[in-house]
């Protein structure tokens, strides 16, 4: 208790600390990033195998979010804990592995620091409260299911449906919404998008998206309740259409190529987490609904 007396005391000094914890988690996300996919991958190998008895294959050592321990990719030069500071041990390297002198990809840092800078801005939204801590949980599963599905087309279960079930939970406290609004959220939430599925596949014969956005949307609605569904599917839509329409045009990109849409649905449920509520209000008295 005398800690969080001291963190609601000192705004500057609570800032600091979740902007360091936001560059830790950050630097564990990009495990979660590297490795759970291919857990996933090593899992539903598995299950076919075993549906088919057919012999297992041998994964080798054990592969988890904990080990082995990080190396590099093109020596193997085992990462120590002064090469793992996020954001220095990149620069201090020169962004080049210790040993070998590859380069390191830029995203590390750039999760790192992405995460850091969303938790100093949750913090500073919802201040010394258990809403904060909420928040930051919701905040990092988002940036690690968008960087997945980014690079997989694939937002796992294993991260959606506890957030999902953890939404409804915190409905029961009214933390972000009433547990009326939380279900009705949730069912509306997966629903809203599986029809537009439905609808994208008869007129197209093709699908248009994955159930995993199904689920995501589902999350948000738990999480925020029903009323903030409209927005966080308005803003994503647009960001998401803007984006595609410039991948195509200014970069050649084809157009049957799938374009997750799982990152603009993670951001745009984040801009609604903190600022939902002014941004519907805003666009009442815009529109002169509200006067």
Known sequence: MLVLELLRESPNLYLAVAGVLGLMIGSFLNVV????????????????????QQPLESSGSQFNLITPRSRCPHCGHMIGAL????????????????????????RYPIIEVITGL???????HFGV????IAALILTWSLIALSA???????????????LLWLGLLLSVFSVFAAPVASIIGAITGYLALWLVFQLFRLVTGKEGMGYGDFKLLAVLGAWLGWQSLPLVIILSS???????????????????????????LAAA??????WGHDLTALYLRWSGIAG
């Open 269 to 274: 449920g984040w801009i609604a987490l903190l």
């Open 148 to 162: 997945i599905d980014f690079d997989h087309q694939l937002l796992p279960d294993v991260i959606t449906l506890p």
């Open 83 to 106: 090469e793992n500071i996020p954001v220095l041990s990149y620069v201090f390297l020169r962004g080049r592995c210790a040993e070998c002198r590859a380069r390191i990809s830029i």
């Open 129 to 132: 409260t258990l809403q904060a």
């Open 238 to 264: 647009l960001v998401g259409a803007l984006v595609g329409i410039s991948l195509i045009a200014l970069m050649g990109r084809n157009r049957n190529v799938p374009i997750p849409f799982g990152p603009y």
């Open 118 to 124: 969303l938790s100093v801005a949750v913090a500073a």
């Open 33 to 52: 990033i590297h490795r759970l996919p291919i857990m996933l991958e090593r899992r539903w190998r598995a299950d076919c195998a075993e549906v088919l």
